[in-house]
């Protein structure tokens, strides 16, 4: 026969009796499987209720809801949350496309990511209008941040576009490709390849807020189909000085308060139509008699008047969202000695810490005879990075420029981490872009 144990299990009762080894043998092996079983019938139930988290007796002898409990004696609840942040800080931890970028560059790579160049400057062929041979083997010895195109580079627009494409697939970190494409006197497009014709902004200041955004979107939105992705515009100078020719019809008003709106406006209408844009020519160029082309331009106008003039459609259009801005080459005997492209005080001090500006800051082109006839490429180069610039725009000699800022951080006059921070911003900016490989 055979009794229940506590566990469930049955437990025979063996009687003494004179059968042979071989049957007591079994009767024995039939005792330990059931002991067996009991005890392991045991362990099941405790174990199905932890999993369950059901109702368990406790110490004490309550019952109460079971946590889940592991081997380790730690609960799963425990261990989730343990998970959880542990999966926090490694997201956390976890280098972004940008540093992983930037960390596996070397500070050649570096410096080239800061220039912005013609394809002349960087292939040293003339009237290039085709991105071969040339430009790939270029752009492995020189890979450059950026690409500026001219009339004489354009000639049709499949043409531009197989030359942008091609351009942009030979290069490590994809490009920033730019145009001065500001509608009238300043086109690049719409007189050679036949985008959209429109006219130079002043004519349209008084047509308020919608043409400013519709003029620009209708510029930006036919540069993105052709490849580009920068336009080298709004211009946020205002022509406040009759005298000025450089400016002129190019500048959205001659007020600054209606410049300021209108340029906020138009920054909006280039990012929705697909490109990024730049304000030019930082500190503001409206006021001035000269032309930088030519010669150092000087503003006569005090550091306040500054602020509270010129400063009014650079501020909007920061706050519209401008993702460059380009300081001209204007000497403000007020603020510094220097042209601005090499002032600390104005590109970093008022661009930077006043006016919060974290975008690329780019110079106006370095072949100006404001820069050229005064200053040599090296001293230049070093000298604007050092004030503050991101990227040089048509170093008068690429490899010079380079090898420059190269040196000058040899010789500890520019620290690496100041050319990363530069580097930072490009990067930064061209991720967002879709331009980080």
Same mark, same amino acid.
């Given at each position: ?17 004179? /059968? #042979?080894?071989?049957? #007591? ?20 139930? /405790? ?23 592991? *081997?380790?004696? @730690? ?22 496309? !940008? ?9 050649? =790579? ?9 394809? *002349? ?14 430009? /790939? ?23 531009? #576009? ?19 494409? +500001? ?65 002129? +019809? ?27 844009? @730049?304000?030019? %020519?930082?500190?503001? %160029? ?12 000087? !503003? %006569?106008?005090? #550091?306040? +008047?500054?602020?509270?003039? =010129? ?48 975008? !690329? ?51 500890? *006059? ?8 530069? !580097? ?14």
């Amino acid at each position: 026969g055979a009794v229940q144990d506590a566990s469930g299990g049955c437990v025979p009762v063996v009687i003494e009796s004179r /059968r #042979k080894p071989m049957k #007591k043998a079994i009767v024995v092996l039939i005792v330990m499987v059931c002991l067996t079983a009991g005890i392991w019938g045991i362990f099941m139930l /405790r174990g199905s209720a932890g999993k369950a988290g059901g109702y368990v007796e406790n110490d004490n002898g309550n019952t109460g809801v079971a946590a889940d409990v592991t *081997e380790s004696g @730690t609960t799963t609840e425990e261990q989730t949350a343990d998970s959880q942040e542990t999966t926090e800080v490694t997201e956390e931890e976890k280098p972004s496309l !940008v540093d992983e970028t930037l960390a596996g560059m070397t500070l050649h =790579e570096k410096v080239c990511q800061m220039m912005f160049v013609t394809p *002349e400057e960087l292939t040293g062929e003339d009237g290039v209008t085709v991105a071969g041979d040339a430009t /790939r083997q270029a752009l492995e010895n020189y890979p450059v941040g950026g690409i500026v195109y001219f009339a004489k580079n354009l000639e049709s627009q499949d043409q531009v #576009k197989e030359m942008i494409d091609n351009s942009q697939k030979y290069s490590s970190i994809g490009l920033f490709v730019a145009t001065d494409e +500001e509608g009238g006197v300043v086109n690049r497009l719409m007189d050679t390849v036949g985008t959209t014709y429109i006219g130079s902004m002043y004519y349209y200041k008084d047509d308020g807020d919608e043409t400013a955004y519709e003029n620009a979107y209708t510029i930006a939105n036919d540069m993105s189909a052709l490849g580009f992705n920068l336009d080298f515009a709004p211009v946020a100078d205002v022509w406040s000085n009759p005298d000025n020719t450089v400016i002129g +019809e190019r500048a959205y008003s001659d007020d600054y308060a209606q410049a300021a709106e209108l340029v906020g406006n138009a920054v909006k209408g280039f990012n929705d139509g697909g490109v990024m844009c @730049t304000l030019k %020519h930082f500190p503001g %160029h409206g006021d001035t008699a000269e032309d930088s082309h030519y010669s150092s331009a000087y !503003v %006569h106008r005090t #550091k306040e +008047e500054i602020m509270a003039d =010129e400063m009014q459609p650079f501020r909007s259009g920061i706050e519209a969202g401008a993702e460059f801005v380009m300081v001209g080459h204007l000497i403000v005997p007020d603020i510094d000695e220097v042209p601005a492209t090499l002032s600390y005080k104005i590109a970093t001090g008022i661009l930077r810490d006043e006016l919060k500006f974290e975008g !690329v800051v780019i110079t106006d082109s370095f072949e100006m005879e404001s820069i050229a006839d005064n200053y040599s490429v090296d001293d230049a180069v070093v000298m604007s990075v050092k004030a503050g610039m991101d990227m040089i725009l048509q170093p008068k000699d690429m490899a010079s420029a380079v090898n420059s800022i190269e040196q000058a951080v040899a010789d500890g *006059e520019l620290s690496e981490d100041r050319i990363d921070e530069s !580097v930072r911003r490009i990067l930064t900016l061209k991720e967002s872009r879709g331009l980080l490989k």
